[in-house]
């Protein structure tokens, strides 16, 4: 299945759509994507896995591969680390975002195939579809939806998916 997401801030599934969050800094071609720009890579993204926060909630409904985050998840978004877009453990001794996070974003999260095959710097790292803010605030250069909306989305979702960014 094709999972759509486009510059109005509008998310396609199947024959649902929903509105979701984009990047603060709009969309880019994936060529011209970098670390920190806070721009959505145009493209089409596999969906590789789902994490999710077990203390907030149980595991979703998906046909995707499903892990449980820990206190000490991170993800390195050092363009000069070898674990350059590659999950971490914390502590860890170079730029890196915490995936257990207060503010909810990451408690579900489906890490998605941007430069990951092999990552290479500074391309962008830690693209992934997370809830979004309750006023559908930019994010960093994510795709976020509501939980309901994210939720509905992985019990469509199987291995093989790709969610397209288009302007």
């Known amino acids: 299945m094709k999972f759509n997401a486009d510059s109005k801030g509008r998310f396609v599934a199947g024959d649902r ?27 089409a993204w596999p969906l590789r896995r789902v994490l999710y926060r077990p203390d907030r909630g149980p595991a979703p409904r998906t046909a995707l591969p499903v892990s449980p985050i820990a206190p ?39 890490v998605l195939g941007h430069n990951d095959d092999p990552p290479a710097a500074p391309l962008g790292s830690a693209i992934f579809l997370h809830l979004a803010k309750p006023d559908y605030a930019p994010t960093e250069g ?19 998916d790709v969610l397209i960014i288009e302007a």
Do not use: T
């Open 72 to 110: 000490d998840d991170g993800w390195c978004d050092d363009p000069a680390h070898p674990d350059y877009n590659r999950p971490v453990k914390r502590p860890f001794d170079a730029s890196h975002e915490a995936l257990w996070r207060e503010d909810g974003l990451y408690d579900l999260v489906v």
């Open 17 to 43: 759509a929903f509105p979701c969050a984009i990047g603060k800094g709009g969309m880019v071609a994936a060529q011209d994507k970098r670390e920190g720009d806070g721009a959505s890579p145009l493209g």
């Open 142 to 160: 994510c795709i976020a939806l509501a939980r309901p909306d994210l939720e509905a989305v992985l019990a469509l979702a199987a291995p093989g």
